[in-house]
């Protein structure tokens, strides 16, 4: 990795950092977005699983998720499931496929947060609480994004207020994101040059989740949901022009 690709690595991070304290998820989105274009996604997966794992940990332990594990349980047996079932994908598709793969689903989740996001009404319930979790626990083992998913669900229960929605999504992240590190551990990919990157993009999440502390009053998250959207977006349209 030259000076450049460090630099970009770092910055990766420090904004996905930034991103998950302020609204809960956003580290699979930024660095599934940008990382295939410096690493292979062989080691870009699992990286990403374990550096979402801590970044959505430290920001339930800030939280008052204890008091929303009803709501979270039912995603939790969905992920249960859901996550085998990606991992059993990525068993399946390798190589150049497994980018185009990644693209497609990079600009499907742009355009569903761009045009259909705050459009969509699912209803809250046990049932719809396990589909989801079940779903999103599929695409988070297979391509690291299940935040938006899970932003929906939550999105439902319009009693929550901002801080607790933030919970419920970093919490279920959290425990399904050590159903995918268990699951990518299983199928030899935590290797050793995994968690040197790991190691190096740790002390920059921390930075971007301190700096996302400061901001939170004073984003406009609206905009930066939009932004991670763009940002999406154009990654995925990246991927399968250069695949």
Do not use: C
């Not at 940008?34 to 939280?63: D, H």
């Not at 045009?115 to 695409?139: D, E, I, P």
Request: proline share 3%; no cysteine.
């Amino acid at each position: 990795m030259d000076n450049f690709q460090l630099l970009y690595f770092t910055l990766i991070f420090f904004l996905a950092g930034i991103t998950t304290e302020l609204i809960g998820f956003g580290v699979a989105t930024v660095s599934m977005a940008l990382l295939p274009f410096i690493l292979p996604l062989p080691i870009a997966l699992p990286l990403v699983a374990l550096i979402s794992a801590a970044a959505t940990g430290i920001v339930t332990l800030k939280s008052r998720a204890v008091g929303l594990m009803k709501l979270v349980a039912p995603l939790l047996i969905g992920s249960f499931i859901g996550v085998p079932l990606g991992i059993l994908f990525l068993k399946t598709i390798e190589g150049k496929a497994l980018g185009l793969a990644l693209g497609v689903f990079l600009i499907a989740y742009a355009i569903y947060g761009l045009y259909l996001n705050g459009h969509l009404f699912m209803a809250a319930s046990r049932a719809s609480g396990t589909l989801t979790g079940l779903v999103a626990g599929f695409f988070g083992a297979s391509f690291n994004i299940h935040g938006p998913l899970i932003s929906l669900y939550s999105s439902s229960n319009s009693h929550l207020s901002h801080e607790d929605t933030k919970g419920l999504i970093s919490s279920y992240m959290f425990f399904t994101g050590l159903f995918v590190i268990a699951g990518h551990a299983f199928s030899g990919r935590v290797t050793i040059e995994v968690l040197r990157y790991a190691l190096l993009a740790l002390p920059f999440l921390l930075l971007g989740l301190i700096a996302g502390a400061k901001l939170f009053r004073h984003i406009n998250l609206l905009w930066l949901k939009r932004g991670i959207y763009i940002i999406a977006l154009a990654a995925g349209l990246s991927l399968l022009l250069v695949g």
